[in-house]
């Protein structure tokens, strides 16, 4: 008999080791679910669902909604996420995957949403939706009950350890002839930049930022991991990366087209590569002209995604 249940602290080891299991592409350690999963502020363990059968978890659904306010989007009352979802493979097509879904379902009615998503749920979603490729099993089996694919970013990847800064020295050159300087961030930037994000960025590329200069004034960064454009005193463009992680990085919406862009990610990753870097990796983007910007640069694409939606009776 399966019971559907709530999330209890004594199951963390069988559902971590469940989840590896079932999504190997997509593995987590201990201190990742405690830092993606139970210290989320918007999470509560009565929404991460478990599947349980004598003793022994098969099954969970982690489901969310916004319990404070995300910066930029507010609360988004009508929306609740499901950022990761497995079955022990031994389990699969026993109802169980079914079970679980209709459960989340219903709480998500109760608590009066009109979509459910899976899975662009800032700030700790894992991936950006289900993997078409790797997953394709669970790509049809939320496609059956009813999720619509409403969008396929990719994630990329790129080598660069023979990256040459040389070809767009010109490039620069030129950007300072129009006054646009290309550069690393100062430390007594951080104003600057945190009003051009909040300004031109999406929130959760501001709630990035301000995560990664908190770790710079705890000595686990450096402020060249920001690149920044300028242009008459202000911001108009910026990059930052965090290891091996490229990203996220944009120009203002009325400075695109004039190569910005492309100094800002040449200079991102030659910092990148001095820093002793081998790769660069990019997890999810949906926009065509960037992913052109990044195949210049010998990004691939890794992974193809599929983010879901289903539209909700309330």
């Known amino acids: 008999m399966v019971e559907i249940r709530s999330y209890r602290s004594s199951d963390e080891t069988k559902l971590l080791d469940l989840w590896n ?45 916004r319990r404070m306010p995300m910066e930029k989007v507010g609360m988004e009352p009508e929306r609740g996420w499901i950022t990761a979802f497995a079955v022990h493979p031994e389990w699969r097509r026993k109802g169980i995957g079914t079970s679980l879904l209709e459960e989340a379902v219903q709480i998500f009615s109760e608590a009066n949403r009109s979509e459910v998503l899976i899975s662009p749920y800032t700030p700790n979603y894992f991936v950006p939706g289900v993997d078409e490729r790797n997953y394709a099993d669970g790509l049809a089996f939320f496609q059956k009950r009813g ?118 990610m040449a200079k991102c990753l030659e910092t990148m590569k001095r820093k002793g870097h081998h790769n660069a990796w990019v997890l999810w983007t949906s926009d065509e002209t960037a992913q052109k910007v990044y195949s210049r640069f010998g990004f691939k694409e890794t992974r193809r995604f599929a983010i879901l939606r289903k539209r909700l009776s309330l």
């Open 147 to 264: 999720f619509e694919v409403i969008a396929r970013p990719i994630s990329m990847d790129a080598n660069i350890v023979l990256f040459d800064y040389a070809p767009y020295v010109e490039r620069e050159r030129k950007l300072k002839e129009q006054g646009i300087e290309v550069r690393n961030l100062q430390p007594h930037e951080v104003p600057d930049l945190l009003s051009f994000l909040k300004a031109h960025m999406p929130g959760d590329w501001v709630r990035h930022a301000r995560d990664l200069l908190l770790d710079i004034t705890k000595g686990l960064a450096d402020y060249d991991q920001f690149v920044i454009a300028w242009l008459n005193g202000e911001i108009v463009g910026y990059c930052q990366f965090e290891g091996e992680h490229f990203g996220p990085y944009g120009v203002r919406g009325d400075m695109q087209g004039r190569g910005i862009g492309t100094v800002l």
């Open 21 to 65: 299991i079932a999504l190997p592409y997509d593995q987590i350690d201990r201190k990742t679910f405690h830092r993606k999963v139970l210290l989320d502020p918007n999470f509560d363990p009565n929404w991460l669902l478990v599947a349980e059968v004598d003793g022994k978890i098969v099954g969970f659904c982690l489901c969310l909604i």
